[in-house]
């Protein structure tokens, strides 16, 4: 608890203070002089009595509140008194105290002080406890508590919590119990991999040797669900313990995991940044949305007051005589879709390349997926990654020539095996070849060098003209970190070449990719949008109406990519017919590994897929978007 000097220095004041003599003035005069020593610490005009009428010195009362202050040392405090009524030898007078506890929280009460004057030639205080708090004796001491506040829920669009409350099962290990560690480890692997958790035993048994014997040792905690279908692997186990917990979940343990973020017990890194705002015994949000808005999620937690006495069998019992109220959180509303993300997270859990993929409603730029895997959680891939989009960048490219009349999609376009610019030789995927075939040949077979050979029609100023129109490069907030990418600048023929087919210097991020492709299908580009309260204070704005006829040249290029082009086995999923660009980008010179794209749409989903060092988009990134359009539409 922070503490003020100015508090305890008036206190060390007090202590200075020796007996004096009774006070002849009136009794009102005489508490006016306690009660303005009691806050200044200088005591030395007040004479004092025991609440049995011996003498007490000045320093042992500063003793007796001292004692009694406990965790309120410091604290501000204002002390003022009402109207003294007397009774003879005896008076009486009712005084408020006022006392600022840490956060600002204000805690008034009313006490009583006495004095009297019997067998005395003035009025003296009587020294009791109960006059810094009527609840108080002798060896209390005041004492803060923290009172939780209810963190509020990530919440949908339309207000349903995407994490709520669920019962988990901390499993852990207490060396005492262990009798044999290599059994306990091959029982706890066997146990672990029928819920698919892996566990660094080495780092694990290291743990065990330096802990205390009687120590819980956390190993794993698992979702009630997952625990119950261990349950009756891993209890009979030496060595195991067990506490159940309810913790703040999203519906399973992979839903938009690195976006959400999670909820946990609070660290001492997390402490030590926040010493105002977090406490042991915290929970904290760790990543994505849980870890950016946790103070807003956390609200605000209340301040109990406590009178801690040591109970008879030594033990200390407490108890509350003020509370001030905890602030429930305030909920963080997002556009995450329960069944689009399901859809694209249960898309990815057979991959075992690192992957992502988001999806966009095309019709406002909302984000209704954020999918990473094969580890749901850590970097969110899906909108922070910068890797070259490859051919996928060819719908921005081929926008851009169509919206120039650099070209129509029925005007012939060389696809030779390579094409020479500069000095720098370009080739096809596998030697590829077309010949002489139309421009939406050249787009559904995904010819690189037609598209080089294109590239001084197009220039770099349309080159970025286009990415621009579709967003990419753009200033657009989600209220998350996110990358809109950046376009190559094609200061040179080769550098122009190559960007115009998404190698180069242009990086891009799957979400950047998923807005470009929202851009074709709705018609102009829509800033994405992610959270939507609290809003973003600079959500981007809307860009203008794209050129219709290279749209509609555009939109059929798409579809033959599906129908007869590098992405045939997405002709059949269920739903409305699906438009898209495969794409398969080189990303370290010398070496024969690519990362594997797709971008495309079906009805108002737009959608963007990226598996890195996945081969060719047919190969890794095309799977995965029919086992998601599967999913999204059975």
Known sequence: MRRTTAGLAALLVLAAGGLTGCSADPPEDTVAAFLNGWQSGDLNDVGFITANGGGIAAPEVLTGIRELYGDLTGQPLAVTAGKTTENGDNATTPITVKWTLPGGVDWTYESTVRSSKAGRDGWAVVWEPAVVQPDLAAGDKLRLRRVASERAAIQDAAGKPLVGPQKVVVIGVSPEKITSFPKLRNGLTAAFKKVDVDVDFDKLEDTVGKSDPGAFIDVVTLRRPDYDKIRSQVRPLPGTVFREETR???????????????????????IDARPETLATGDQAGHGGLQQKYDDALRGKPGLSVVIAKEAADGETEETEIFQSDPVTGTP??????????????????????????????????????????????GVNTAFTGQVPPG?????????????????????????????????????NSHDEELGKVPFHVDFAKSCNTAFASLAPKLTAAGLQEASAALGLGGTWDLGVEASSGQVSDGGTGTELAAAIFGQGSTVVSPLAMAVATAAVANGRFQPPKLVLEPAPANPGEAGPELDADALTALRSMMREVVTSGTGTALKSVPG????????TAEFENGSEETHSWFVGYQGDVAFAVMVQKGGAGSEAAVPIVRRFLTSLNS
Do not use: W
């Open 248 to 270: 703040l979940l999203a519906p399973n343990r992979v839903f938009a995991r690195a976006l959400l973020g999670t909820v946990d017990a609070a660290t001492k890194e997390d």
């Open 576 to 583: 409305k017919p699906v438009h898209g660009k495969t794409g």
């Open 391 to 427: 051919s996928t960048f060819k719908m921005v490219s081929a926008y851009g020539a169509l919206a120039r009349d650099v070209v129509t999609a029925d005007t012939v376009v060389d696809c030779p095996k390579t094409f020479t610019v500069d000095g720098r030789e370009f080739k």
């Open 332 to 377: 963080v509303k997002i556009t995450i879709d329960t069944a689009v993300q399901n859809a694209a997270d249960k898309a990815l859990a057979g991959e075992k390349q690192p992957s992502s993929l988001v999806a966009i409603r095309v019709g406002d730029g909302a984000v209704l997926a954020a999918a990473n895997g094969p580890d749901a959680g």
